[in-house]
């Protein structure tokens, strides 16, 4: 792969430090161990800083910062005409010499040179600008030509060119043994990087694909450089897919085999993840799991918890079965949302799960609650010497967590009317009021009663009842 830069005296110098950032980072992305760079720098002569045969993985990124702008007229045919495999020219202006530009570009084209044409800058917006972008690339122009603003948008396009690069350098060469075994069998038949195997299962054939180098992120230890399915009890029924790793190193060892089971009971689980915001309001987010093949590919979901230390809780707090959804459902949890939105305006987050067909969940006001009763009195003296007036006392009753509640507490709630030995007012032994509380803030409401006065039964406790229930968030307009 071959880089030209533009160092002509209408680059400035900022931009041109840019551009050899540029090179350095796209030379970074794109190593390995079968790939060669060469730079060089045109202007009105042409300097090469190393090409393919003094090219060093160890001090490439040296020669490049040390490069030097030449300064000058924009000579880019001659350039052009010294390069061969991949080209990368970078260039802010016109040629200075386009009556040579048709020959270079016909040499290169005779050399199955693949090239690619970045233009900086405003003078590319013009009608010959582009035109001579589309002459010094590959054709087709959309996928060869770049153009940005700026020496400082270069680095937007870097990835985008370097996903253009990979399948060319994949097929253009190398014989190390990484390469050879990117093209053996699937890849024969349907491009490199891949191996594939066909399994019999009682469901019909299976097929697998190895890639061990999948969207060109590197060897590693190679998984799936040969996978093959085996029938181990010779009943026509494939067992086991074995699935090797070549480069796999441990200090005494290289090289390992994976055998993996065909399993249909397991449902696929984890076919499917969506990240949820908080379910039951432990102030930590959660997590559904599709299994779309569970229950004869009726599917199922999981749902997760979040929980304290950043991780999640292995247990699966619901499985909601297609089941128990709706008859009829297939392959249900096959895909989520990967966002969750209010379907019931209730202010509590749902879930839309995918089937043959959708199905959405809406969330139920469903929260822990920590209530609390406490009272001015703890203990009612048995020897009371004034007998005529009744104890004044106060019960604290509290509540954690964010909702709106609404209670009721029922004063010595074993006893039957009249023979109650507490009372709010006359004849009444009980109290009904809501309160709204917060998720970090504990509130409390405090209730005064009377305690009967020598009572005839002293002995036994006076045991009070707290009945609760959960009306829901508060209302935006409260």
């Not at 533009?6 to 030379?27: A, C, H, Q, R, Y």
């Amino acid at each position: 792969i071959a880089f030209l830069l533009d160092g002509s005296g209408s680059v400035s110098g900022t931009d041109f430090t840019k551009m050899k950032e540029f090179v350095t980072n796209l030379i970074s992305s794109l190593q390995q161990e079968d790939a060669k760079f060469a730079v060089a720098q045109f202007s009105k002569g042409y300097e090469t800083y190393f090409d393919f045969n003094t090219y060093s993985p160890y001090d490439w990124k040296t020669k490049v910062n040390e490069i030097k702008q030449l300064r000058g007229i924009t000579n880019t045919a001659g350039a052009i005409k010294n390069i061969d495999k991949i080209l990368i020219v970078i260039t802010d202006g016109e040629p200075s010499d386009p009556e040579y530009l048709p020959s270079a570009i016909y040499q290169a084209q005779s050399a199955n040179i693949v090239r690619y044409a970045i233009g900086v800058g405003r003078a590319f917006k013009s009608y010959s600008g582009k035109r001579e972008l589309d002459s010094i690339a590959s054709y087709p122009p959309q996928k060869h030509v770049f153009q940005v603003e700026s020496f400082q948008a270069l680095e937007n396009i870097r990835k985008t060119l370097q996903s253009q690069i990979f399948p060319i350098e994949s097929q253009t060469g190398g014989n190390t043994l990484k390469m050879e075994m990117s093209q053996e069998g699937f890849s024969a038949a349907y491009g490199p990087m891949y191996s594939m195997a066909v399994a019999t299962t009682t469901r019909g054939a299976l097929t697998i694909l190895g890639g061990p180098r999948y969207q060109h992120r590197g060897t590693g230890e190679y998984f799936g450089a040969v996978v093959c399915a085996m029938d181990v009890d010779n009943d026509s029924i494939s067992d086991v897919i074995l699935i090797s790793s070549p480069m796999y190193k441990e200090t005494d060892r290289e090289g390992r085999v994976y055998v993996c089971t065909i399993d249909w009971l397991k449902g696929r689980f984890g076919s499917a993840l969506a990240v949820l915001p908080d379910l039951n309001m432990d102030t930590f987010n959660d997590l559904a799991v599709g299994a779309p093949l569970e229950d004869d590919d009726q599917g199922s979901i999981y749902i997760f918890h979040g929980e304290r230390g950043k991780s999640i809780n292995p247990t699966y707090s619901q499985r909601i079965a297609a089941s128990e959804v709706q008859s009829g459902l297939k392959f249900f949890g096959v895909s989520f949302t990967q966002w969750s939105s209010d379907q019931s305006g209730d202010r509590l987050p749902d879930l839309v799960v995918g089937s043959k067909g959708t199905v959405v969940f809406l969330s139920r006001p469903i929260v822990t609650v920590e209530p609390s009763v406490t009272f001015s009195q703890e203990k009612i003296s048995t020897r009371d010497e004034n007998c005529s007036k009744d104890l004044k006392t106060t019960a604290r009753v509290c509540f954690f967590m964010k909702a709106k509640i609404t209670y009721t507490l029922t004063l010595d709630a074993t006893r039957k009317l009249p023979n109650s030995r507490a009372y709010i007012a006359e004849k009444q032994r009980h109290q009904t009021s809501s309160l709204e509380v917060g998720l970090r803030k504990t509130e409390c409401h405090s209730i005064e009663f009377f305690i009967q006065a020598c009572p005839e039964d002293a002995l036994n406790p006076l045991k009070n009842e707290l009945s609760f229930k959960f009306e829901g968030l508060p209302s935006s307009t409260n």
